[in-house]
């Protein structure tokens, strides 16, 4: 007796998500043309899945293809188009191709909604002009299209990037009004370019009035703050300050710490945060290896660099090319050192011969 295949709709489906990671477009397309000989015949619902699958592995272009000569079957919706106009936003990062994208939505008659403007405007935010944005911002409001929370962060974010700070808060207020609490994103959109103009005061202000207002802050929050510091001191104050808001800092929390006080010379907050994260139950990754041993090389502490790339080694961490060049230079170094130390001890000299082309 025939044993009935093992396969499924749903493993199938599983299937296609695998070729998109894989960014084998054609498999994932031939799976899902495959689904009604297992008795499943795809809808708007799963062929949007696959759109949604290539869009984010960044198959963007491939998913737009599809869309556009799938028609027939899959009449043109909105949410369709908003999820390759998010591929182009996001994933592929191209505001150009999402102005592109954006525009034939408008000359198909493709409506567009708050998930539309979102998309764009949050794209134009990151890579776009202020003035570009605002008028994202108008032209949606004036279409009859109520923004969200995503549309205001992304517009006070590009408002406070802008040094429009003034502006910025005056929409946070409007938010408000308008019966959209601002979140800790929204705070993020405004601490984060303060810090970045080292606008200190002022990204301080945000923070307390967003802890006044009850709302937790995030890792992000603090990176941005830790970013701006600008002693020991203050960088210690925040570590206290997350630990009393079970704000747990993550790996990339330490490897900036010890990238700051590498840079500020500070060997001993380098240790002492290095320790700190087996106690945070943390483990040193490759990065946070590299970025230590890079900052304890250019501040002298030769050894120490040396001791830690062994370590990263016999945890199985390949080490960086320009990590290894540096640190066989310097055991190369060491070990010449050694040996005209032991030659002239003995009254002799090591004779080095370099030739002109090596030079």
């Known amino acids: 007796m025939r044993r009935r295949s093992l396969a499924s709709p749903r493993a199938v489906l599983l299937l296609i998500r695998r070729y998109c990671a894989a960014r084998d477009v054609a498999s994932a397309i031939a799976a899902f043309r495959s689904l009604p000989t297992f008795g499943f015949e795809p809808g708007v619902a799963q062929f949007q ?43 592929a990062c191209s505001a150009r191709e999402a102005k ?33 944005v605002l008028k994202l911002f108008n032209r949606m409001k004036e279409a009859g299209v109520v923004p969200d929370r995503k549309v205001y962060n992304a517009v006070v974010h590009k408002l406070a990037k802008g040094q429009c700070v003034d502006e910025a808060r005056a929409l946070v207020r409007s938010m408000e009004e308008k019966g959209v609490a601002p979140d800790t994103a929204t705070y993020n959109s405004l601490i984060k370019p303060l810090c970045k103009a080292r606008k200190i005061k002022e990204a301080r202000e945000m923070f307390d009035e967003m802890v006044g207002r009850g709302l937790s802050a995030s890792v992000r929050t603090f990176h941005a703050l830790f970013d701006a510091a600008t002693s020991p001191a203050e960088v210690f104050e925040l570590l206290d300050k997350m630990k009393t808001m079970h704000c747990e800092p993550e790996i990339d929390t330490y ?29 040193p990754d490759r990065s946070a290896y590299i970025v230590l041993i890079h900052g304890l090389f250019l501040n002298g502490k030769l050894e120490e660099a040396a001791k830690y790339y062994e370590e990263m080694k016999a945890k199985g961490f390949p080490p960086e090319e320009k990590t290894e060049s540096m640190i066989q230079a ?24 370099v030739t002109r082309r090596e030079w």
Request: glycine share 10%; hydrophobic share 45%.
């Open 255 to 283: 490897i900036m710490l010890i990238r700051k006080f590498c840079r500020w010379k500070q060997h001993d907050s380098v240790e002492k945060l290095w320790n700190a994260m087996p106690a945070n139950g943390l483990s």
């Open 330 to 353: 310097w055991l190369a170094g060491r070990e010449l050192a050694k040996a005209s130390a032991a030659v002239g001890s003995r009254g002799g000299s090591v004779s080095l011969k």
């Open 100 to 132: 592109r994208f954006w525009t034939a939505m408008e000359a198909r008659g493709i409506e567009r909604d708050v998930v539309s403007y979102g998309s764009m405007i949050s794209c134009f935010s990151r890579a776009g002009s202020l003035d570009t």
């Open 49 to 91: 899945g696959l759109l949604g699958a290539l869009c984010r592995h960044k198959n963007v272009k491939d998913a737009e293809h599809l869309l556009l000569s799938s028609e027939a079957e899959f009449p043109f919706q909105t949410k369709s188009f908003n999820i390759v106009l998010n591929g182009w936003c996001g994933a």
